[in-house]
């Protein structure tokens, strides 16, 4: 198998934040090693962690390879919700959306079911279409960050 070892280096010390169980500010942490023996031989050649050949069960971090570590992670893993604070809405979603009272506009963007969180969340609004008859309301979920959308069907 033919693959990218600094990718993998870069991966692999990154997801060492998550499983790093003492730190000690200024000397480094210590990070359980169940990863990659190769890429864990290569990251010590770097300088990130201690090596990694002793018997325990973690490894040590040098400060250098903490710091890395934690910049990594979140380059990474951590999510962004991307906030846009104008909505795109056609102008007849536009119409229709903003004949709604205020309150029950607030109110339904409250109250969106979010497939991945399984409940109702609260959605930031991105773009609007009409579809049919109805409005669709298409955005962001405001706690995973997924998206969400809302269908608002006319009145009878
Ligand atoms: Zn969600």
């Known amino acids: 198998m033919d693959y990218n070892e600094d990718k993998i ?3 692999t010390l990154a ?3 998550l499983v790093t169980h003492e730190r000690h500010e200024g000397l480094g942490a210590r990070a359980w090693k169940g990863f990659d023996w190769e890429t864990l031989n290569r990251l010590h050649k770097k300088g990130y962690i201690t090596n990694p050949v002793v018997t325990a069960k973690s490894v040590t971090m040098t400060e250098e390879g903490f710091r890395k570590s934690q910049e990594l992670f979140k380059r990474h893993f951590i999510k962004e919700i991307k906030t846009l604070p104008f909505p795109k809405l056609t102008p007849s979603a536009k119409k229709r959306w903003e004949q ?3 309150e029950i506009r607030k109110n339904i963007l409250e109250n969106v079911w979010c497939s991945k969180c399984r409940t109702m969340v609260a959605l930031q609004l991105r ?3 009409i579809s049919g008859r109805s409005v669709v309301l298409k955005g962001t979920c405001k706690i995973c960050g997924g998206d969400a959308a809302r269908v608002i069907e006319p009145d009878a």
Do not use: H, K, T, V
Request: glycine share 8%; hydrophobic share 25%.
């Open 9 to 11: 280096d870069e991966y």
């Open 15 to 17: 997801l060492l934040y």
């Open 100 to 102: 709604i009272p205020e």
């Open 127 to 129: 773009e609007g279409q």
